[in-house]
């Protein structure tokens, strides 16, 4: 298949493309499949280098914090109202807090550094991938997907392992979602704290994504207060914490205000859903999309991702069908599920596959039909006979005949 720029300079140029513009763009057939596999790693550069300047953003706001009290207090000691003792017992106090600030400093010099070589490491790792050694490459790719996997189904233990095992360990990020894992599992709990905390940490990029976790999370916890019949505190709370949201989400804000006059107990179904223990679990669903967002990550396990590129390929009609051949993915229940939202695959010639060699059967490779009628490709039965003295078995059936009786199919 030719290349977009190829094409179109093909159309401007009366069919034959401009050297220069081949030249630019045409990709040698051996690193064809390289390059497109490389086009699925954003995700492994992209969340250490998200995760260094969030410590750079935090490190600068405590430098310009302490900085700024430290300035303050050297201006309130310059007050002649300040004895002699009080001065010096107050220049000490800062000085104290000079080196508490260089203590964190360095500390955060140590976790900056950690993250820029995460960083060198997954580049260096992507440049490494070369044809000669992509069976190496493919393999850690390979347990990388599964770690990514494990970790976002809450197999920490195991995510660690295998990383650890592989040798691995900088090319996944299993510190980033053990600082996630904290938050679901005390959403899971019932416990908001942790979440709110994590949501006035990003608050900055939250509101750049125009995120309403926050929000959801603040209603959650006026809904407690209301299933705990605490009214007042439920409405000093509104005030305080939803009144801002209000502008931009006043139907939410007032269904679930409303919810101080139904109450927990109610059989409205509009109020019902309120109280409902699924509101959990929808916080939980919201807070790792915004997490995977927040960092770069696709939403979706990229194990999930990979399978559906090859699924896309071999969906057809006939794989919902009872006659689904076993070998078939698609007869399986878990990849019919991973299937469903993809479109059926459109082909516009059918390709025979042997069954022995998995090699297309074409005109230099015709295909030939055993007594029992099963098809298989001539180089793969030739190489049959030659082992076993002209005799072919059938590796479905057990069939045994001889390689004359076999006739030659036609593909039209």
């Not at 490190?59 to 303050?72: D, L, P, W």
């Not at 125009?210 to 000093?236: G, P, T, Y």
């Not at 699924?278 to 807070?287: H, I, M, S």
Request: hydrophobic content about 40%.
């Amino acid at each position: 298949m030719l290349a977009p720029m190829e094409t179109d300079s093909e159309h401007q140029n009366g069919g034959s493309p401009a050297p220069a513009v081949a030249a630019a763009t045409v990709t040698p057939p051996k690193f064809g499949s390289l390059s497109e596999c490389l086009k699925l790693e954003h995700q492994l550069v992209r969340v250490p280098f998200e995760n260094y300047k969030k410590i750079i953003r935090a490190n600068h706001r405590t430098v310009e914090k302490e900085a700024s009290a430290i300035v303050s207090g050297v201006s309130e000691v310059a007050d002649p109202k300040f004895s002699r003792d009080e001065a010096v017992k107050k220049l000490s106090s800062l000085v104290s807090r000079l080196q508490g600030l260089k203590r964190k400093l360095e500390e955060g010099s140590r976790v900056e550094q950690l993250q820029a070589t995460k960083c060198r490491t997954r580049l260096a790792h992507l440049e490494s991938a070369e044809v000669d050694n992509m069976f190496m490459w493919n393999n850690k790719r390979l347990n990388r997907i599964l770690v990514d996997y494990m970790l976002r189904m809450s197999y920490y233990n195991s995510a660690s392992k295998l990383a650890e095992s592989s040798g691995i360990q900088d090319l996944v990020d299993i510190e980033v979602f053990h600082e996630a894992k904290k938050v679901i599992d005390a959403l899971q709990n019932k416990d908001l704290a942790p979440a709110l905390v994590w949501c006035a940490d990003n608050k900055a990029k939250l509101k750049k994504s125009k995120s309403k976790l926050e929000f959801h999370l603040r209603l959650q916890e006026f809904i407690e207060f209301v299933r705990a019949e605490d009214n007042m505190r439920a409405i000093v709370y509104a005030r305080k914490h939803l009144a801002p949201w209000a502008a931009t989400h006043m139907k939410e804000f007032q269904r679930v205000f409303a919810s101080v006059a139904f109450r927990s107990n109610s059989e409205c179904a509009t109020y019902k859903v309120l109280f409902d223990a699924k509101q959990w679990d929808l916080l939980v669903d919201q807070f790792k999309q915004e997490f995977c967002k927040l960092y770069g990550m696709t939403v979706e396990p990229l194990l999930h991702i990979f399978l559906q590129a090859g699924l896309s390929a071999l969906k057809t009609p006939f794989c919902y069908e009872g006659e689904c051949s076993k070998e078939d993915p698609l007869s399986q229940e878990g990849f019919r599920q991973l299937a469903a939202p993809l479109p059926y695959a459109k082909q516009h010639h059918s390709k025979l596959i042997c069954y022995i060699s998995k090699q297309a059967m074409d005109t230099e490779n015709p295909p030939l039909v055993l007594p029992n009628g099963y098809v298989y490709s001539t180089k793969a039965l030739e190489e049959m006979a030659k082992r076993n003295n002209g005799t072919i078995t059938c590796p479905r059936t057990g069939l045994v005949c001889n390689f004359t009786d076999l006739v030659k199919a036609f593909i039209s």
